[in-house]
């Protein structure tokens, strides 16, 4: 039976499951409303794993580490494992947060061979659940290299289940130009496609005008035909997803360098995931060492890195 933790303010309840640490659910206090995808395997069985040591594929499933190879699985293995909850949280407001961590166990230095003391907090500040991500190294000696990605979902509160293309939009905050597209073994291809923009007045004359914050991508099968939309190359600064009258459901922000926005390729589904990501897969073909991944993380020996991304709504 799964450990549960509840926090909650004026305005929200979130729950947590010790095992991954992971988001199970997010609702209106007032009204009821759940904003977080509750899990059926019909479309993914998931709800908000926290991605680590790596985010997506290796090609060949191959990480290269100190002349040494590592089959990590995809997404890393932290999301899988029981965390401990500290009761007392040095970095949020007694009462108004919680903290869960975790470290190496013998076993994963077979597939991982470096120690980590891995922390997320979880606040609720008015409308806004934040995660904040810490990685510490424990070593003496060696830098330890990683990738980190939150995964959070949403639930699309205008899906239908026939009869329906779109069920809402996307609108980004930054400079969003391309897209890298994932296929092969999940892993990048090394040709840069356009954004899907929505083909309305509005989102062209928004990008005749240079202003993309004004520009929408529609949530619908056609555009995940690829599965996730990647944004890399630190495009983006914060997501806004949108319901069918063009109001917002919720906004994501981080200071993640990358960016995906997935929903189950070629399936209609009632729910999307926007995706900080402190990394991306590999690239195919890739043959290089862990500091080569695309937008590698590191903690110097004794050294804290730390990351974050919220969902207000």
């Known amino acids: 039976m ?7 303010n004026e305005h929200l309840q979130a729950t947590f499951s010790a095992q991954g640490a992971e988001l199970q659910s997010l609702t209106d206090r007032n009204t009821g409303q759940e904003y977080c995808w509750q899990g059926d395997p019909a479309y993914w069985k998931g709800r908000a794993p926290i991605l680590f040591p790596i985010v ?68 609720l ?26 995964h959070p979902s949403l639930l699309l509160p205008d899906w239908k289940a026939e009869g329906q293309d779109v ?7 930054g400079r969003p130009i391309d897209l890298l597209r994932a296929s092969l073994q999940g892993c990048t291809e090394p040709k840069r496609v356009p954004i899907p923009w929505s083909n309305d007045i509005e989102t062209s004359n928004a990008l005749a005008r240079h202003q993309p914050v004004n520009a929408l991508v529609p949530i619908s099968v056609t555009t ?36 995906l926005v997935w ?18 897969c590999d690239p195919q073909e890739f043959a290089g060492n862990i500091e080569e991944r695309p937008y590698i993380q590191h903690a110097a020996p004794g050294d804290t890195w730390a990351g974050w991304y919220t969902m207000e709504v």
């Open 263 to 280: 929903s189950p390729q070629g399936q209609h589904a009632p729910f999307l995931c926007v995706e900080p990501w402190y990394g991306l």
């Open 224 to 259: 995940f035909a690829n599965e996730a939309l990647i944004f890399d190359r630190n495009q983006l600064s914060a997501i806004e997803v949108l319901d069918l009258r063009k109001q917002r459901i919720a906004r994501f922000a981080s200071s993640a360098p990358v960016w």
């Open 2 to 8: 799964q450990k549960l933790f509840t926090l909650q």
């Open 167 to 173: 069920q809402g939009y996307l609108r980004f905050e």
């Open 125 to 150: 500040t008015g409308r806004t659940l934040r995660a904040d991500l810490r990685v510490h190294n424990p070593s003496s000696a060696s830098t330890l290299y990683f990738q980190m990605g939150g």
């Open 56 to 123: 997506g594929g290796m090609w060949d499933g191959v990480c290269r580490i100190n002349g040494q190879t590592y089959a990590i699985p995809k997404h890393g293995f932290v999301r899988k494992r029981e965390w401990t909850r500290i009761p007392e949280t040095r970095n949020a407001p007694a009462g108004n947060s919680i903290t869960f961590a975790i470290e190496n166990t013998a076993e994963e230095l077979a597939i991982f061979p470096w120690p980590y003391h891995l922390e997320v907090t979880y606040s």
